[in-house]
C-alpha cells in the first residue's frame, strides 16, 4: 500500500524544510525496551552531553533552526518547543529518555543523535495521503499529552503548521505534539514516520540510521523518500495490510 506526502504548502515560506517519510511493514514492537536498545541509548545520552557540553540550547543549529521557524509561524512562547529540543534539554540535564516502547524508544534515540525532529503514527489508523501545511478551519485535535480531567480536544490555531491526514492533524506546531489517534503501540504491525529538518543537520544520515536501528529493535521492513522543496511530493510503497 503507498502512502504520499506532500509539503507544497510550507515550500514558499519554509524553503529549507525537508522531511524523510519512512514506511515500516512487519513490525514486532516490544512494550519494554530491549537491552541492546538500552544500552545504544545511554551511549547517545552520553554522547550528546559530551558533544554540546556547555553549550545553551539556543547555540545548537539544529534547535536553532527549530526555534526560528516556530517563529515564523507565530509561535513565540517558550512553552511550545519541538520535539527534539525537549529531548535534548532532558538529555543534557542528565534525564534519561522516557521509556515508551521498542519502536519509539529507537526514534528517540535517531532524533537525539541527529538532532532531527521525528514523529510516527500507526499506518493502520491513519487516512494517506499526507501532507505538512497550514492549519484549515474545522481541523480536529485529540492532545495525547491533555493531563486528567482536561478537556483533550485542542485544534489548532489559524496559521499554524500542522501534519495531518485526510481525516484530522496528526501533529500540531509542526512537530510538538501528537494526536492521540494513531500513536504507536505493541499491536501497531506498521508505521509511517517523518523525520524532518530545517535547515540544519544530515537528514540522509538520520533516515540511514533509523532504518538500521528500528530493524534490530523491532524487525520488520522499511522504505523511504525524502520531500524537499524541488520535490515537494514523494510516495512511498509499502506492503499491504
Known amino acids: 500500500m503507498s502512502v504520499s506526502l506532500s509539503i507544497e504548502d510550507l515550500v514558499e515560506p519554509f524553503p529549507a524544510f525537508r522531511v524523510a517519510l519512512l514506511v515500516c511493514d512487519d513490525l514486532t514492537i516490544s512494550a519494554g525496551r530491549p537491552p541492546a536498545l538500552d544500552a545504544e541509548i545511554a551511549e547517545r545520552e552520553q554522547a550528546a552531553r559530551r558533544i554540546f557540553a556547555g553549550q545553551e540550547l539556543s547555540e545548537i543549529p539544529g534547535i536553532a533552526a527549530w526555534r526560528a521557524a516556530y517563529r515564523g509561524f507565530g ?20 534525564r534519561p529518555l522516557p521509556r515508551i516502547n521498542s519502536f519509539v524508544d529507537a526514534y528517540n534515540a535517531v532524533s537525539l543523535k541527529a538532532v532531527a525532529c521525528i514523529g510516527a503514527d500507526d499506518h493502520d489508523r491513519i ?20 493531563e486528567p ?15 495531518a491526514d485526510q481525516r484530522h492533524v496528526l501533529c500540531r506546531r509542526w512537530n510538538w505534539r501528537q494526536d492521540a489517534r494513531s500513536i504507536i503501540t505493541p499491536a501497531t504491525r506498521r508505521a509511517v514516520l517523518t523525520i524532518q529538518t530545517n535547515g540544519a543537520g544530515d ?12 530493524g534490530r529493535s523491532c524487525g520488520g521492513r522499511v522504505a523511504s523518500a525524502i520531500a ?11 506492503r499491504a495490510a
Open 203 to 214: 537528514l540522509e544520515a538520520a533516515v540511514a540510521d533509523a532504518i538500521d536501528l528500528i
Open 149 to 163: 480531567g482536561e478537556d483533550p480536544n485542542d485544534p489548532p490555531k489559524d496559521g499554524e503548521v500542522v501534519y
Open 75 to 94: 509561535i513565540k512562547k517558550t512553552s511550545y518547543r519541538c520535539s527534539v529540543e525537549r529531548l535534548m534539554k532532558n538529555a543534557l540535564a542528565e
Open 228 to 238: 524537499e522543496a524541488g520535490r515537494p511530493v514523494v510516495t512511498v510503497e509499502g
Open 127 to 146: 487516512e494517506a495521503p499526507l501532507a505538512f501545511r497550514f492549519a484549515r478551519t474545522g481541523d480536529t485535535f485529540i492532545d495525547m499529552g491533555a
